[in-house]
């Protein structure tokens, strides 16, 4: 029995029928671009997230981007970010002309550190872009105090997790402005590229619209230059099918994630750690091994995929060889980029699956160790 690390095929089956008609029906009224399944879609996910609006892109990464440029930020600005996220996080400040500033995680939660944000602030600094990593919502409480303080926007990148509860509150409600995105691999994903802003601010959310559809909100009537970033209707179709579904889906991760934390108990390897304040929608189940690549390899040869997110930092990239940092500057994130392992993790993973990878890990620790 091979175990993949995720399964979009077990989730369509379950879905295929209504899925079916949801699309045949957007080819039936020919509503492609803009039609009744978006609007339908931004109302649904926003009414989810507990925000007043909800505007469909067409990925998490446009989400974020138009959200920088419709907060006035640009070139000489600066948005303080985590330095171990995914590089889109980074190119939505980066491609406006705004300079990421990157900060250190916390050690057991991997989320950006918030005792460590203040120092990396400047008189440029416009905002900062919280991520709620790997499905765990970021300590926002601090973050959003000191946005009060500087008069910062906070923009909560929230493409990994969907759902998830910080004391409480939706992420994406806590922040002035959220991206997430529905990139078909996420715990809500399209099938396709696809992504949404929410806010509770309506000058915001009407400056997105404005953005995302050639700078207009009458046709021909161009107000400024924007772009095309749609959500396609197909797209919001599917999503209206899967929404209803998320918090099922929700479940079913934090259920493997339990499986996991009890059948890795006691081996040398450091489990997610999870904040008594959180709700966690555990996008990824990731562990922390020091030799990482052997037991990636281990796994491989018995059929069981793993992943590793990431495996460089921001800083290292060759993308942005242009930010002014030097290997050291980020020790928690430079420490366990080389250790962390993302094992498999989608909510039809069976028990029976779970135990195997942890079969396999338990064999390999007892020849380490
Ligand atoms: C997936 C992801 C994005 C970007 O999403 P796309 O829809 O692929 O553009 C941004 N930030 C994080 C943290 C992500 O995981």
Redesign the pocket.
Known sequence: MKVPFVDLQAQYQSLAEEMTTAVGGVMERCDFILGGKVTEFEEMFADYCDVAHGVGVD????A?ELLVMAYGIGPGDEVITAAN??I??TL?ISNTGATPVLVDCDPRTFNIDPTKIEAAITPRTKGIMP?H?YGQPADMDPIMALAEKYNLVVIE?A??AHGALYKGRRVGSIGHAA?F???PG?NLGAYG???IVVTNDADIAEKIRMLRNLGMKIKYHHEIKGFNRRLDTMQAAVLCVKLPHLDGWNENRRRVAAEYDRALEGLPLTRPYVPGWAEPVF?LYVVRVADREGLQKHLNERGIASGMHYPIPIHQLEAYEELPYETGDFPVTEGYASEILSLPIFPELTTEQVGLVAEAIREYTAVVV
């Open positions: 990925s998490g990464y446009s974020l996220t995914f889109a996080t939505a991520v990593l990148d493409s990994q991206g995105s529905l990139y996420k590229d696809a992504g996008h």
